[in-house]
């Protein structure tokens, strides 16, 4: 794989690399990656075979998105590309340091700022991914159809396709979408991250936080935030401070569950029965 690494390298760089180290990373539940040390400094490096080249190519496209409107918040991207049958992307390669004491306050100013980059219409112009799954984004002026259409409709048939959803499951998934008209209130589209779960969040070299690992698309500012909640919530600091720049309708705590059908619904199909009680607790409570 050295060779293989030495050549991506220099593809984003343009110019000849050489390696000096290499350290795998672990965590990744899809792909691969590692810390590189080159003669031309550290980088990031994610891989995976070459059926996931598209994948790689969307994420290049929300890195670059998001660092467009805040650049502080994102790491540096230098490139995706395809060597050998091997798929990759590379960022610059970021040191921990500790968190300075206005981090959380930070993050939710930033995030505040982001939501306000709008769009007159919910999606994206492409399909890219969430986790491994196609998340499809077509245009549509209505939040709730995009959701139910978009965001879990898609998702609760390929989990009944699977036999992880039965026909009761159906009948509350159905029931619930006819309640969210009135219990999700219609706002402007916000330029999500569309992953913000505490994995895809680190504290960079400056005490300020970085995030990574995006799946973008504009949509109800609200999903970001209740992701953010779903595998341990962030600091409190971070939640009133966004209120604070960009105040959220009353009520949206209550909401959080429902956005978090569309996370709990992804990770069902990826991983299996595990996340189903979440599901179900959900939609009883709603349905």
């Given at each position: 794989m050295k060779n293989?690494?030495?050549q991506a390298i220099s593809q984003v760089l343009n110019k000849e690399v050489s390696i000096d180290a290499f350290?795998?990373?672990?965590g990744g539940s899809i792909s691969n990656a590692a810390r590189i040390d080159t003669n031309e400094g550290r980088f990031f490096i994610k891989w995976n075979d070459a059926s996931y080249h598209k994948m790689f190519e969307t994420e290049e496209f929300g890195l670059q998105k998001?660092?467009?409107f805040l650049p502080a918040l994102v790491p540096q991207l230098l490139g995706s590309g395809l060597v050998d049958y091997t798929a990759f992307i590379v960022l610059e390669w970021i040191d921990p340091d500790d968190p300075k004491e206005n981090y959380w306050e930070d993050f939710g100013e930033k995030l505040a700022l982001l939501h306000q980059n709008t769009h007159t219409n919910h999606g994206l112009d492409h399909t890219n991914f969430i986790g491994s799954l196609p998340q499809y984004n077509p245009y549509g002026n209505s939040w709730i159809?995009?959701?139910i259409t978009n965001r879990l409709q898609v998702l609760v048939e390929a989990a009944f396709n699977k036999n992880l959803l039965n026909n009761t499951h159906l009948k509350m998934v159905y029931a619930?979408?006819?309640k969210l008209y009135s219990l999700i209130p219609e706002e402007k589209?916000?330029?999500l991250h569309g992953d913000l779960w505490s994995g895809n969040v680190l504290c960079g070299n400056d005490g300020l936080v970085k995030i990574c690992d995006p799946a973008v698309y504009y949509g109800?500012?609200?999903?970001d935030l209740a992701?953010?909640?779903l595998f341990g919530a962030f600091n409190n600091r971070f939640y009133e401070t966004y209120n604070e720049h960009y105040p959220l309708v009353p009520g949206y705590k209550e909401r959080f569950d429902i956005h978090n059908l569309y996370p709990l619904l992804v990770h069902l199909n990826l991983f299996g029965f595990s996340y189903l009680n979440p599901i179900e607790q959900i939609l009883k409570n709603y349905a």
């Open positions: 293989v690494f030495q350290h795998q990373i672990e998001l660092r467009s159809d995009f959701f619930l979408y006819s589209p916000s330029l109800h500012r609200e999903m992701m953010s909640t």
